[in-house]
């Protein structure tokens, strides 16, 4: 079964509101949890690195204000898409890290932002 | 930059081959590698991992090696069945403080007609 879930699995909002997906760990607990971001027909590319009780690391070109990250506790974390554009209707994917010298094996099953 | 990438973006085969996906990379510095399966509108799914230390492993029905010299990396899938057919995708980790962080390549869609 599922081991990270997320949650919407669809949303659709209006362009210059926020969305908020969750990212939980279903069986363990995560120091790590990543975030990607991926275009249709296109591959994952990694936005940020969500680190329990610190702030999260974001990779170049990724709006640290514009995708808020937050990971409050052992098994959730969140990224808050802030006034949201057409130009971030993508499909959002979490995955979490159980160790913090593994790779993560594990990943959501994703998340369809449309902003209309 | 570095970047993992593919040399076929689609493959088809008829159920029952064997289906080979290839994948080169360019970063010596990564350690480990993984072969992920993407149905659509899904994330991820693992399919099998490999270490640098090694050139083989073996899973149910899927085999990956790993060729350091040439930096290649391949996926063999044997008996290739309909419920194969998804995007497959590599993906290197350089482990150390990058621990975790994925750099995926850009995928091969994989169809098997029956």
């Known amino acids: 079964g599922a081991v990270v879930s997320q949650h919407p699995s669809r949303v659709i909002c209006k362009s210059g509101t926020s969305v908020k997906i969750e990212c939980r760990s279903l069986d363990f607990q995560a120091t790590t949890m990543f975030w990607y971001r991926q275009f249709p027909k296109q591959s994952l590319m990694l936005m940020a690195t969500?680190?329990?009780?610190?702030?999260?690391?974001?990779e170049q070109g990724v709006e640290k204000d514009k995708f808020l990250i937050n990971h409050a506790s052992l098994t959730l974390s969140t990224l808050t898409v802030t006034s949201a554009h057409p130009e971030d209707s993508s499909f959002y994917i979490c995955?979490?890290?159980?160790?913090?010298?593994?790779?993560?094996?594990?990943f959501g099953n994703g998340t369809r932002l449309t902003v209309t | 930059g570095e970047s993992v990438g593919l040399h076929l973006p689609t493959l088809s085969v008829q159920e029952g081959d064997n289906s080979i996906i290839n994948c080169a990379y360019s970063?010596?510095?990564?350690?480990?590698f993984i072969w992920y399966k993407q149905e659509s509108g899904k994330g991820p799914q693992f399919i099998i991992d490999?270490?640098?230390?090694?050139d083989k492993r073996q899973g149910q029905r899927v085999t990956v090696l790993l060729n350091k010299t040439v930096k290649h990396l391949s996926l063999q899938i044997a008996a290739t069945q309909p419920g194969d057919s998804a995007v497959y995708f590599c993906a290197e980790n350089m482990g150390g403080t990058s621990y975790g962080k994925l750099t995926f390549g850009q995928g091969t869609i994989l169809t098997v007609h029956p």
């Open positions: 970063n010596s510095a990564s350690d480990y």
């Open positions: 995955s979490a890290s159980r160790r913090r010298d593994d790779s993560p094996l594990h």
């Open positions: 969500s680190n329990e009780g610190s702030k999260a690391t974001y």
């Open positions: 490999i270490r640098s230390n090694m």
